[in-house]
Every structure is written in structure tokens, then in C-alpha cells.
């Protein structure tokens, strides 16, 4: 084939231009030694300081590649390796910072121990190293414009305790090039939860005097290993209707076991009576040691408490609180959070009103009633229910502890309180309220009127008894009204008026002296003849 000299140029031209780009786009082989890429960071909650330090460079050559030891350790993170003796072999002797085969060939258990180790290093306020912070980002999100090199990922002050995480941000070959990739990490961490029950519910109601048992479950977190602190601790701050009765049961749970645990100083716990986190007062604290308790999953607390006279009526409802105060930011002595749970003991009455049967205008005072749980009373009365009186008509249920108790309930006979009475402390079910003296005037109630108390939403307890008069904002409350009527004297029905009943009497003697004048004139005609 013949070539002339223009076709001899134009190829010359094409060989320079493929030489040219072969030349030129050697660059696209390498990669910049500043080269920057994302770490990209999930499973953090929202409105937490999520931290990047970085601990390792990755080495470039002057052509922009890789080029072993690829990893050397930043300077300040290279003396707290070297002069860790766990440690010491994941660095090069003398000025040697390059990351070593020990290191890379370490057991995943090893190599969290040791990112462990050195964020609590990182983060104590008595060995500082320096390290300073390459970017951060807030809850889960992206850290941008970080140099190649091994990072570790911290986060502070969150509700859950997090594990450090590791990552690296390198190249990576692809096709014919090197690449700056970003990178990604989903954080470890646990987030412990505090459940409390009465009962075994959320809310139950009780008499005055009744004994309730409450149960609180707690997470135990799992906290780093080297973290400085590792507080955990259980309160609960009864209400003023409540009285702890008995002794506490602690216990550690995994799954369907559990085991006691012992109180006092070198055991498993110690009890007190004031939250660490903020200093107010409790029925109880318990403060664990973790390093006894950390192969538990949950934590059981156990207990009883009595509802006393102090109990609040309705919905409001005795409310019982419970805290767990952990740490939650382990690399600093000092940081706390709670979380709480509750649980609601409601108590009833009866609101009752004495009034004549014919008009409900007529309230009657001087009425006395007994108060028995069932409709049968023994023959000495001993099952009859005992009160405290707060005052004129105002009855509450006694308490075991109460010395001064009767069994009479008498209805108000003065000011406001003429025909009323209030009964207070009752749980839900049916009562038997006997009349043992009427008003004056009137007739004893043949049999005792039944009442029963009912939560109004039925299977949800809210503290609004069923058959309650509407307070003043239209809501019912906890009182269940009722009224009991009365007959006076004796009752049977009549005809005609008085003037009838005045001239059948007259009638009636004048019929009587006329029947006694025929018997004397008959005697008299029998003499004569």
C-alpha cells in the first residue's frame, strides 16, 4: 500500500496526539496526597455532637500512589501507642510511625479494646493527647472535607451510650484509576429504657389501706470497657399517698432468669435516698456497681406500698415515679442522664345526699350508716368497714395504721353540709350501705343500698368514676353521687278528708246509744207484761 506525504503527516499528527494523552492522563491514574472525601455517619439521634479524629495518614508517593506501609499513625496518637505496652507492637521502633502487620491481623475483640482504650485516653482530662478534631456533624449525617486516613467517630451527650467506631477514608482503585471514596459507619450503641408497673399495669385503683406491689425494669447499658465513668442508678420518689411497706427484692435478669442481687458496700448495690443526678430526696435510691451487674440484661426492682390517707381522689391519681440515671457520656466522670417511668394508683368515693321521698328539696340530717364490701354482715358486725373522720360527714376508709377509726358514718346536720355525706378512699367494685338509725321522724331503710364504683372508661383507668356528678368543667369525678330517700311514719293509703271521718264517728255513737235505748224498752215491755 502506498502512503503519500500528506497521509504521513496526518498519522504523524495522530501518533503525538495519542502520545499526548497517554502523557497527560497518566494524572488521572494517581491521587492527590490532600485528596478529601464524606464520612457519612447513621444511627445517631437527633441533636448530638458526632466527632472525627483522625489517627492515621495514608502515605502517596510523588506520582500519587499508594505506597507501603501505607499507614502511619499521627504523631500525637503515635506516642500513646508506643508507650502502651498492650500496644506497643501496632507501631515501628524509634521514629518508625508506620501502622504494623500486628495491628491489621489483630481479632476484631482486640481492636475494640483498643479503639476503646484510646478514645478514653483522647477524652480524659488528665492525659490529654491532642488529637484535635478533624470535623464534626450533628445526630446522623455527613462530616465532609476530611483528609485520607483512619478516623475514629465519637458522640457525646445523647440519650443512648455509644461504642467509638472506626473507619477508614482511602482510595480506591477502580477500573483504571484511583478514586477518593467516602465513606460510611453505622454507630453501636445502647439506649437503656426504664418501664414501671403496679400491679402488673400501668394504673390500678385501691381502698385506702390496700397494700399494691410496683415492679421497675430497667436496660443495663453496655458501656465501653475503658470508660471513665459507668454510673447507673435506680430511683423512686413516692407520692404523699403512698408508704413504702416491707423490704426491696433486687434482681438481675437475662432472658427468663434472674438472680438476687445483695445490698452494701463491695456488692452488687447500695441503697440511699437521693438521686445522683440531681440531688432530691427519694423513697429509695440504688446505686449499682456495674462492673457486677454488666452481664445482666435488665435490672428488677421489687417493692410494696400501702395507700394512705393522703391518697388524691380522681383523675389526677397517685402517680409513683421512677428515674434511672445513667452515664451518658463515659469518657467524662461527671455526665448523667435520666429517663422515667410511672405508674398511677387511683382511688374513688361516694358523694351521698338524704332527702325525704317526697321532696328532694328536704334534706334530713341525723341519719347513720355502715359501709360493709358485701351484702351479708356477720352477726357481731365485724365486717363493717372503719373510717377516720375528717370531719362533719366527711369519712375516709381507714388505714391499718390509723388509731382513732369508726364504723358509724353519720350525715351532716348542719350549714351546708345538712343531709350530706361524703365517703372517701374506695376502690372500684360494689359496696352495701346500711342505715342503722334514721332521721328522726322517719322510717329505717329495710335493706342497704348497693353502690358500685366504676371507672368510667371501663379497661382504661383515668380517675372518672361512672355515675359522678359533672364538676365545673363539665368533666365527672371521683365521687359517685347518690341519693337516699326516706318515708315518714306510717304509711297507708286513705279516703275522704277530716269532715268524712268526723261524721262516720258521730254516726257511729249515735247508732251505738240508739241499739242501748231498744235493749232498755225491750226489758222494760218484758216487766210490764
Not at 500513646?80 to 524509634?94: C, F, K, L, M, P
Not at 452488687?268 to 430526696?281: E, I, K, L, V
Not at 355502715?370 to 372503719?386: H, R
Request: glycine content about 8%; charged content about 20%; overall charge negative.
Amino acid at each position: 500500500m502506498k502512503t503519500n506525504g500528506k497521509g504521513f503527516k496526518v498519522l504523524a499528527f495522530c501518533l503525538i496526539l495519542l502520545m499526548a494523552v497517554g502523557l497527560f492522563g497518566t494524572t488521572a491514574f494517581a491521587i492527590a496526597s490532600n485528596g478529601t472525601g464524606t464520612i457519612t455517619v447513621s444511627g445517631v439521634e437527633d441533636g448530638v455532637t458526632v466527632s472525627a479524629y483522625r489517627l492515621m495518614d495514608v502515605k502517596v508517593n510523588e506520582n500519587g500512589q499508594p505506597q507501603e506501609p501505607v499507614y502511619t499513625w499521627v504523631d500525637a496518637a503515635a506516642s500513646w501507642v508506643r508507650t502502651n505496652t498492650n500496644y506497643s507492637a501496632y507501631i515501628g521502633t524509634g521514629t518508625d510511625n508506620s501502622v504494623q502487620a500486628a495491628f491489621s491481623t489483630a481479632s476484631a475483640e482486640n481492636i475494640a479494646a483498643f479503639y476503646d482504650a484510646l478514645a478514653a485516653a483522647i477524652k480524659t482530662t488528665n492525659n490529654p493527647l491532642n488529637i484535635p478534631v478533624a470535623g464534626t456533624c450533628t445526630g446522623s449525617g455527613s462530616i465532609t472535607n476530611l483528609t485520607m486516613g483512619n478516623y475514629l467517630i465519637l458522640i457525646e451527650n445523647g440519650m443512648r451510650v455509644y461504642r467509638p467506631s472506626a473507619v477508614n477514608l482511602v482510595p480506591e482503585w477502580k477500573d483504571t484509576e484511583w478514586v477518593m471514596s467516602d465513606a460510611e459507619v453505622t454507630v453501636k450503641s445502647s439506649e437503656p429504657t426504664i418501664t414501671k408497673t403496679v400491679n402488673g399495669k400501668k394504673a390500678d385503683n385501691a381502698s385506702i389501706g390496700d397494700t399494691v406491689s410496683f415492679v421497675i425494669e430497667t436496660d443495663v447499658p453496655q458501656f465501653p470497657a475503658s470508660a471513665l465513668a459507668k454510673n447507673y442508678a435506680v430511683s423512686d420518689i413516692l407520692p404523699a399517698g403512698l408508704t413504702l411497706t416491707g423490704s426491696i427484692k433486687v434482681s438481675g435478669v437475662t432472658g427468663a432468669e434472674s438472680d438476687p442481687l445483695t445490698e452494701g458496700d463491695g456488692n452488687d448495690y447500695t441503697q440511699g435516698s437521693a438521686r445522683p443526678n440531681n440531688g432530691g430526696n427519694s423513697a429509695f435510691t440504688l446505686t449499682f456497681d456495674y462492673a457486677r451487674i454488666s452481664e445482666y440484661e435488665k435490672i428488677r426492682i421489687e417493692y410494696t406500698a400501702t395507700l394512705n390517707r393522703s391518697a388524691v381522689l380522681g383523675e389526677t391519681g397517685n402517680v409513683n415515679n421512677a428515674y434511672l440515671d445513667y452515664s451518658n457520656n463515659p469518657y467524662t466522670q461527671t455526665s448523667w442522664e435520666s429517663k422515667s417511668d410511672s405508674a398511677t394508683i387511683y382511688t374513688y368515693g361516694m358523694d351521698i345526699s338524704k332527702v325525704d321521698k317526697d321532696d328532694h328539696d328536704t334534706f334530713l340530717a341525723g341519719a347513720e350508716f355502715e359501709l360493709y364490701a358485701t351484702e351479708e354482715e356477720t352477726a357481731d358486725k365485724t365486717n363493717a368497714i372503719a373510717f377516720v373522720m375528717l370531719s362533719e360527714g366527711v369519712y375516709c376508709k381507714a388505714a391499718a395504721s390509723d388509731t382513732s377509726t369508726t364504723t358509724t358514718l353519720q350525715v351532716g346536720a348542719k350549714d351546708s353540709l345538712t343531709g350530706k355525706l361524703t365517703i372517701k378512699g374506695l376502690s372500684e367494685g360494689t359496696w352495701y350501705l346500711k342505715e342503722i338509725t334514721a332521721p328522726d321522724g322517719y322510717n329505717l331503710l329495710a335493706s342497704p343500698v348497693k353502690v358500685t364504683i366504676e371507672d368510667k372508661d371501663g379497661d382504661v383507668l383515668d380517675g372518672k368514676v361512672s355515675g359522678a356528678a359533672a364538676n365545673a368543667t363539665g368533666e365527672a369525678v371521683a365521687l359517685v353521687t347518690l341519693t337516699v330517700e326516706n318515708d315518714d311514719g306510717f304509711q297507708l293509703p286513705v279516703t275522704g278528708g277530716m269532715g268524712t271521718i268526723l261524721f262516720t264517728a258521730v254516726g257511729i255513737l249515735l247508732m251505738g246509744a240508739a241499739v242501748i235505748l231498744l235493749i232498755f224498752a225491750v226489758r222494760k215491755n218484758r216487766k210490764q207484761s
